[in-house]
Nanobody, 115 residues
Framework: VQLVESGGDLVQPGESLRLSCAASGFDFNAVGMRWFRQAPGKERELVAYISNTGRGTVYGDSVKGRFTISRDNDKATVALQMSSLNPEDPAVYYC?????????WGLGTQVTVSS
């Protein structure tokens, strides 16, 4: 299983950013995908989940209405469109998947929000 995140950047409050995760080494079409984030000194937080078909999504309370998760099963990628970024959003964002009771993680991509 390989998960490679990209798209992290330094943005100003209120701006938008799109993260992407490229997946390989497993049957991408068969599994749900998740984005987590972790900021220094804080607990790891579930940001969003998308089912294998893309028809089911779940969002963390802190990002509802601002973030959108999507996937392209033909390209084996999952994206996180983030809007209205605020000072609570900076963190390392990780793409993850759960297969046979084992969670696989990417190395993460850093999102920084600062004026």
């Amino acid at each position: 299983v390989q998960l490679v995140e990209s798209g992290g950047d330094l943005v100003q409050p209120g701006e938008s950013l799109r993260l992407s995760c490229a997946a390989s080494g497993f049957d991408f079409n068969a599994v749900g995908m998740r984005w987590f984030r972790q900021a220094p000194g804080k607990e790891r937080e579930l940001v969003a989940y998308i089912s294998n078909t893309g028809r089911g999504t779940v969002y963390g309370d802190s990002v509802k209405g601002r973030f959108t998760i999507s996937r392209d099963n033909d390209k084996a990628t999952v994206a996180l469109q983030m809007s209205s970024l605020n000072p609570e959003d900076p963190a390392v964002y990780y793409c993850t998947t759960l297969i046979a009771d084992k969670t696989s993680w990417g190395l993460g991509t850093q999102v920084t929000v600062s004026s």
